[in-house]
T-cell receptor, first 113, second 113 residues
Framework: GENVEQHPSTLSVQEGDSAVIKCTYS??????FPWYKQELGKRPQLIID?????GEKKDQRIAVTLNKTAKHFSLHITETQPEDSAVYFC????????????FGTGTRLLVSP | GAGVSQSPRYKVAKRGQDVALRCDPI?????LFWYQQALGQGPEFLTY????????KSGLPSDRFFAERPEGSVSTLKIQRTQQEDSAVYLC???????????FGSGTRLTGV
């Protein structure tokens, strides 16, 4: 089955810096890669996703890149703000009639003012 | 409703007790998923419904776990004879299609005593 590895497990940056979180996946058939932000005690919220026919996608300060050959994808957050502090999860899935997500272990991002 | 609603938010169960966790998906969403999130980990897939049909239950950890969605809307996850290792947050998610762009609920935190 699919296996997703995520690193780093923790990331501390200063406000205004960029943050990059990286994930690798094992199954080349995976074709959908969402990223979720989870604040303490709250639900995971979808912040951006990418499908395997696209190499990069941006949404304001957030971007995701996908390298299908290397089977890795990354989340880039620019101009970080304290409210970006949270745990971020990557996930991967293949369409077997529905999208069964396999999540990474999470990255705790701390943005210091 | 505007989002995925789960109840109760917190449940303390004595060892051996049966529990039932409820999920109200977004109205009209065909797909419904249950995930289990252990402390400090990413969510792990339990089961998937398309309308009232349970199409995948491969993630249910034992035959003590049972899920249903009899009318294709509200779903219930039942855990019989709860054990300490069942302690986790149980997340429900729904999607208008086969799973792109899940919306998660806030989860039920199950704690074993």
């Amino acid at each position: 089955g699919e296996n997703v590895e995520q690193h780093p497990s923790t990331l501390s940056v200063q406000e205004g810096d960029s943050a990059v979180i990286k994930c690798t996946y094992s199954d080349s058939a995976s074709n959908y890669f969402p990223w979720y932000k989870q604040e303490l005690g709250k639900r995971p919220q979808l912040i951006i996703d990418i499908r395997s026919n696209v190499g990069e996608k941006k949404d304001q300060r957030i971007a995701v890149t996908l390298n299908k050959t290397a089977k890795h994808f990354s989340l880039h957050i620019t101009e970080t703000q304290p409210e970006d502090s949270a745990v971020y999860f990557c996930a991967a899935s293949m369409n077997t009639g529905f999208q069964k997500l396999v999540f990474g272990t999470g990255t705790r991002l701390l943005v210091s003012p | 409703g505007a989002g995925v609603s789960q109840s109760p938010r917190y449940k303390v169960a004595k060892r051996g007790q049966d529990v039932a966790l409820r999920c109200d998906p977004i109205s009209g969403h065909v797909s419904l998923f249950w995930y289990q999130q252990a402390l400090g980990q990413g969510p792990e897939f339990l089961t998937y419904f398309q309308n009232e049909a349970q199409l995948d239950k491969s993630g249910l950890p034992s035959d003590r776990f049972f899920a249903e969605r009899p009318e294709g809307s509200v779903s219930t996850l039942k855990i019989q004879r709860t054990q300490q290792e069942d302690s986790a947050v149980y997340l429900c998610a729904s999607s208008p299609s086969s799973g792109y762009g899940y919306t998660f609920g806030s989860g039920t935190r199950l704690t074993g005593v």
